[in-house]
């Protein structure tokens, strides 16, 4: 299984937003993270880049 942690990009620094993500679903502006419990976090921005190897996703607000 894979897990990813994802990272707000957000004037110059980034903030942890949200860990074991296990899926990422994107409408525009809005992403919504999905934890490997169930629970989804919303932010707004962009992808800027996924790791998988790393388990790392960036967003940029």
Known sequence: MCLSTVMLEKNGSQEKVC???????????????????????????????????KNLIIVKA
Do not use: Q
């Not at 809005?30 to 919303?42: A, E, S």
């Not at 932010?43 to 790791?51: C, P, Q, R, Y």
């Open 19 to 53: 860990e074991y993500v296990s899926n990422v679903k994107t409408d525009g502006k809005k992403i919504t993270l999905t934890d490997v419990m169930g629970n989804d976090t919303c932010v707004e921005g962009t992808i800027l880049s996924m790791d998988l190897v």
